[in-house]
Protein backbone atom coordinates (compact mmCIF):
# COMPACT_ATOMS: atom_id res chain seq x y z
CA UNK A 1 0.00 0.00 0.00
CA UNK A 2 2.76 2.53 0.81
CA UNK A 3 4.45 2.10 -1.84
CA UNK A 4 1.51 1.94 -4.34
CA UNK A 5 0.91 5.85 -2.64
CA UNK A 6 4.14 7.11 -3.27
CA UNK A 7 4.22 5.69 -7.37
CA UNK A 8 0.60 8.01 -7.15
CA UNK A 9 2.43 10.74 -5.29
CA UNK A 10 4.94 10.92 -7.50
CA UNK A 11 3.27 10.73 -10.88
CA UNK A 12 1.30 13.53 -9.55
CA UNK A 13 4.31 15.56 -8.31
CA UNK A 14 5.84 14.73 -11.97
CA UNK A 15 2.49 16.51 -13.64
CA UNK A 16 2.24 19.14 -11.83
CA UNK A 17 5.97 20.17 -11.34
CA UNK A 18 8.05 18.69 -13.80
CA UNK A 19 11.15 21.00 -13.79
CA UNK A 20 11.53 20.81 -9.96
CA UNK A 21 14.88 18.52 -9.66
CA UNK A 22 14.10 15.35 -8.48
CA UNK A 23 16.26 13.55 -5.62
CA UNK A 24 19.23 11.68 -5.98
CA UNK A 25 19.36 8.28 -7.25
CA UNK A 26 22.30 6.33 -6.05
CA UNK A 27 23.77 3.90 -8.75
CA UNK A 28 20.60 4.26 -10.68
CA UNK A 29 21.70 2.28 -14.15
CA UNK A 30 24.17 0.27 -12.66
CA UNK A 31 22.37 -1.32 -9.21
CA UNK A 32 19.55 -2.99 -11.52
CA UNK A 33 22.12 -4.43 -13.51
CA UNK A 34 23.83 -6.17 -10.87
CA UNK A 35 20.70 -7.39 -9.43
CA UNK A 36 19.59 -9.37 -11.98
CA UNK A 37 23.16 -10.92 -12.11
CA UNK A 38 23.21 -11.78 -8.52
CA UNK A 39 19.75 -13.36 -9.28
CA UNK A 40 21.92 -15.16 -12.52
CA UNK A 41 24.60 -16.33 -10.15
CA UNK A 42 21.98 -17.62 -7.27
CA UNK A 43 20.32 -20.14 -9.64
CA UNK A 44 23.63 -22.14 -10.02
CA UNK A 45 24.05 -22.62 -6.39
CA UNK A 46 23.80 -26.49 -5.53
CA UNK A 47 20.19 -27.48 -3.90
CA UNK A 48 21.97 -28.22 -0.53
CA UNK A 49 23.27 -24.31 -0.28
CA UNK A 50 19.71 -23.58 -0.87
CA UNK A 51 18.10 -25.85 1.35
CA UNK A 52 20.45 -24.79 4.37
CA UNK A 53 19.55 -20.95 3.65
CA UNK A 54 15.94 -21.77 4.24
CA UNK A 55 16.52 -23.52 7.57
CA UNK A 56 18.90 -21.20 8.68
CA UNK A 57 16.58 -18.39 7.63
CA UNK A 58 13.39 -20.34 9.22
CA UNK A 59 15.56 -20.50 12.47
CA UNK A 60 16.82 -16.66 12.65
CA UNK A 61 13.02 -15.63 12.15
CA UNK A 62 11.72 -17.71 14.28
CA UNK A 63 14.23 -15.43 16.56
CA UNK A 64 13.06 -12.84 15.77
CA UNK A 65 9.69 -13.46 16.26
CA UNK A 66 10.28 -15.13 19.65
CA UNK A 67 12.62 -12.15 21.36
CA UNK A 68 10.74 -9.35 19.41
CA UNK A 69 7.11 -10.92 21.36
CA UNK A 70 9.24 -11.04 24.46
CA UNK A 71 10.96 -7.72 24.51
CA UNK A 72 7.80 -5.97 22.56
CA UNK A 73 7.64 -2.63 24.10
CA UNK A 74 3.48 -2.88 22.87
CA UNK A 75 3.40 -5.75 24.88
CA UNK A 76 4.38 -4.14 28.23
CA UNK A 77 2.08 -1.46 27.38
CA UNK A 78 -1.28 -3.56 27.33
CA UNK A 79 -0.12 -5.60 30.33
CA UNK A 80 0.65 -2.29 32.24
CA UNK A 81 -3.58 -1.30 31.76
Known amino acids: ?20 LRGFRPG ?6 L ?20 VWLIVGLALYYFFGRKHSALRAEAKAH
Open 1 to 20: MKISGKRRCSAFCKRTQPDR
Open 28 to 33: APALPL
Open 35 to 54: SIVSCLLMLGLPLETWVRFV
